[in-house]
């Protein structure tokens, strides 16, 4: 037996680096494939056995593409900004730029070891000033066009971590990381204006080869609503505010109305005897994240102001309550409340006895929420809901106090962080001129290496007096630079352009180059990027599209989400439960090709589960009939004895295994079904070890099911197959070699074998010539000795044939 730990897969890596076989040939005449998967982030040292089942499959489907005639391009890369390597620093000492570079080469290591084929000529690393550099070009073009703007806004606040926390990062109204109490803090912050492309964003989706599931998140989060914005005046006041509502046809049941604690509106229409209840109100909803105040569960609470409105569409006064479950950064930050009409309204209503009015006819009891006849309003009743909307919103008009509107739920990205290691924002502040973008000749702004970084609740670069003293690049006086870093979303926005033309240092890449090699035909990653990083790429894509840059519409044309890896105990790996799962000395024990292959056969691709020990040795011992399958196979075609020319039966049985194999595998690896795929080849390595064990053998049959059989398992197992393509004396490498293509007449079987019931239960198995006709068929099964035994005393009263499969009969 040779080894195939990591003595092979050193020999072969060495071979394929030495040769250039995966360089990516820019002027092949062969169709491209630009094949990724989302870049690591170097946060942890080493790369674990999740990050080998996004990439270790991915490298399979691309090497079997590029047999198929593609030509394959497929970078890799770190995204390498971010907080977890700063507070690794303020917790070791260890500076964030020596940390990551430091796991930068510890994965690059590990990644080579995987034998995948990335054009590492192409590697970007985000945090490096010449990736960064140009980051802060697409800020400004963003700037330029005014895509990207600065305004205070309302942020989660932990006062112990001194930092903006994002909302998934606030648990129970508490900081995920040290437990503390947030609140909300108002904060200067730069923006980008992806609501502006929010109607394109939406209707792009559905051409797009992504999961179902994803595409509706992104819906979901994008938040299209057609209705109508409707004024109400507040009474004895020359105050107003709007609403937005999708139900314009329940106007007439409006008998509350709700202002988000934020409003500003709040302050100045709180009577006094209601100050201090609102004013406590409204400190009890600053602890609370977006995410948990909008829960549908959760219970909806609220204080009155003391003030009322005027519902313009009969003048009839109602009250104007807080409540936190309405946000100032959806919508108008007011709703109109229908609690006859909407479950969350009724609720409400009856938990504060507030009145009641029905106003829609359908439903038998309260609330009603579909649609239906109007009723108690006035020259509206009679009216359907969609008539109704429409002549409501015609008389609102007429009066000035509303008309039709659009609305997303979808919000401009925030892009300031109070952290140090992250891309400086490239804005000079001058008291003269205002917001002055650094002029492009004096990009990178570099990111200091001697910085305060612990966190005090101010930007770390804001204390750096080097950093942020400058000069104004207008009109020259003394100016500041930003001291907030941008979001690493920002720096994989557009990642998958640069991997294209990763040398440029006068461009942030060449536009042609890019528009032949883009978009990515099939992406990668995980399903929490879903609302976040393939909305902010989509969106920067379009952006450039305008400005001129880019020619396409969308990044990524397909799209495919892995499973997580789970620890033996079926629970996410973490250090701190013990369960992690490193590659490194599986890889040394028995080779990446039986890492890989585990991953690929012991999960769905798209659920991933629980490491097993037990199902890796089974992987690793399914290599070795493999290999004694193929060394029997090889000594059979090379001996001179018990040889045939004939295609007989048993020659026909082979081919159809490995034709069958060859369909299967090919069509099931399109579909990112791995673990069936393998399950294919196991079943042909059974068909290719029974047949070498035959009295007799056609050799150039057997010769040319080897050379099948290793293609189809080269993506699978590229080391290993390499190994057995250069001792079945072929030459260098596989991977330059054309995939099989299967014949369906391959597939039709002189024979098949049917099974014989009697009352549902089988008593036999017969072979029968596959062109036979049903009455053939039942003379046969008829004929069967164990049929007839068991037929003795009972009268046959029909029979059924299900056509190459069984033959049912029924006796009494």
Not at 373 to 400: H, P, Q, Y
């Amino acid at each position: 037996m040779i080894n195939y730990g990591t003595k092979i897969d050193q020999k072969w890596q060495k071979k394929w680096e030495e040769t250039g076989l995966y360089n990516f040939d820019e002027n092949s005449d062969k169709p491209k494939l630009y094949a990724l998967e989302m870049f690591s982030y170097p946060s942890g040292n080493k790369l674990h056995a999740g990050h080998w089942f996004n990439y270790g499959p991915v490298d399979s489907w691309a090497r079997m593409k590029r047999m198929q005639g593609y030509n394959v391009f497929q970078p890799m890369g770190f995204d390498a900004f971010g907080l977890p390597a700063e507070n690794y620093a303020i917790k070791t000492g260890v500076h964030p730029k020596d940390s990551t570079e430091k796991n930068i080469e510890t994965m690059e290591k590990q990644l080579k070891a995987m034998g995948a084929m990335f054009n590492w000529d192409h590697e970007v690393v985000t945090c490096r000033p010449e990736y960064y550099k140009w980051t802060q070009w697409v800020f400004l073009k963003l700037f330029e066009k005014g895509l990207a703007y600065r305004k205070k806004a309302p942020v989660n606040w932990c006062p112990s971590c001194n930092t903006v926390l994002a909302n998934e990062q606030v648990v129970d109204g508490c900081c995920e990381r040290c437990s503390t109490e947030v609140t909300k803090k108002d904060l200067t912050q730069w923006f980008l204006k992806i609501t502006d492309y929010a109607e394109e964003l939406l209707n792009n989706l559905d051409s797009l080869d992504w999961p179902e599931k994803t595409k509706a998140m992104q819906k979901h989060w994008i938040g299209k609503s057609t209705g109508a914005e409707v004024t109400f005046k507040v009474d004895n006041s020359s105050l107003s505010f709007d609403v937005f509502t999708t139900r314009v046809d329940t106007l007439f049941g409006v008998t509350y109305v709700v202002l988000a604690p934020e409003n500003p509106l709040v302050n100045e229409l709180t009577l006094k005897e209601h100050k201090d209840e609102v004013e406590e109100y409204k400190k009890a909803a600053k602890k609370q994240s977006d995410i948990e105040r909008q829960s549908i569960t959760r219970e909806k609470t609220g204080v009155f102001t003391g003030s009322y409105a005027v519902n313009p569409i009969n003048n009839k006064k109602v009250p104007i309550w807080v409540g936190d479950y309405v946000l100032s950064t959806y919508g108008t930050g007011a709703v109109m409340a229908v609690p006859s009409h909407d479950e969350r309204d009724f609720a409400f209503a009856t938990k504060y006895d507030l009145k009641i009015v029905k106003v829609i006819e359908g439903g038998t009891t309260l609330p009603y929420t579909e649609y239906g006849t109007l009723v108690n309003s006035d020259e509206f009743n009679g009216l359907k809901s969609e008539e109704g909307k429409e002549a409501i919103v015609e008389k609102l008009e007429k009066m000035n106090l509303g008309s039709k509107k659009t609305n997303y739920r979808l919000r401009d990205w925030l892009v300031s962080r109070q952290r140090y290691w992250g891309a400086p924002i490239p804005i000079i502040h001058c008291e003269k001129c205002g917001e002055v973008p650094v002029p492009q000749n004096q990009l990178p702004v570099e990111l200091p290496y001697d910085v305060e970084f612990a966190p005090d609740g101010k930007s770390p670069l804001a204390k750096c007096e080097s950093f942020i003293n400058t000069t104004c690049p207008v009109c020259g006086g003394k100016a500041k630079r930003e001291a907030d870093t941008l979001d690493t979303f920002v720096c994989s926005s557009w990642y998958f352009l640069r991997y294209v033309d990763n040398l440029n240092s006068e461009k942030a890449f060449d536009s042609e180059k890019v528009n032949k090699m883009l978009p990515v035909d099939m992406y990668v990653g995980g399903p929490e990027h879903a609302c976040m990083h393939l909305l902010y790429a989509r969106f920067v894509t379009k952006a450039l599209r305008d400005m001129g840059y880019l020619n396409f519409d969308e990044p990524f044309t397909s799209l495919r989400h892995q499973g997580l890896i789970l620890g033996p105990d079926g629970q996410k790996m973490s250090k701190s439960k013990g369960n992690t799962i490193s590659p490194d000395e599986y890889i040394e024990e028995f080779g990446s090709d039986v890492f890989r292959m585990y991953l690929m056969f012991g999960f769905a691709y798209s659920e991933g589960g629980a490491w097993s020990d037990e199902a890796i040795k089974a992987i690793a011992k399914f290599v070795e009939k493999i290999e004694r399958t193929l060394e029997l196979s090889r000594n059979r075609i090379t001996s001179k004895e018990n040889i045939k020319t004939s295609i007989d039966k048993e020659e026909k049985e082979l081919n159809y295994a490995r034709h069958y194999a060859v369909k299967s595998v090919t069509e099931d690896s399109l579909k990112f079904q791995f673990n069936t795929s393998i399950a294919r080849l196991m079943e042909f390595t059974s068909s290719l070890y029974k047949y070498s064990n035959e009295k007799t053998i056609n050799p150039q049959l057997l010769k040319d099911t080897i050379v099948d059989f290793i293609k189809i398992l080269s993506p699978f197992a590229p080391h290993f197959c390499e190994e057995q393509w250069e001792l079945l004396g072929m030459n260098f490498s596989i991977f330059n070699e054309k995939w099989p293509e299967f014949d369906p007449l391959a597939l039709v079987k002189d024979e098949v074998e049917i099974a014989i019931q009697i009352n549902g239960k089988i008593k036999s198995r017969i072979n029968i010539a596959s062109n036979l006709k049903d009455e053939e068929i039942k003379i046969h099964a008829l004929e069967d000795e164990k049929v007839k035994e068991a037929l003795v005393g009972k009268d046959v009263k029909k029979v059924i044939v299900i056509k190459g499969r069984l033959v049912n009969i029924v006796a009494k």
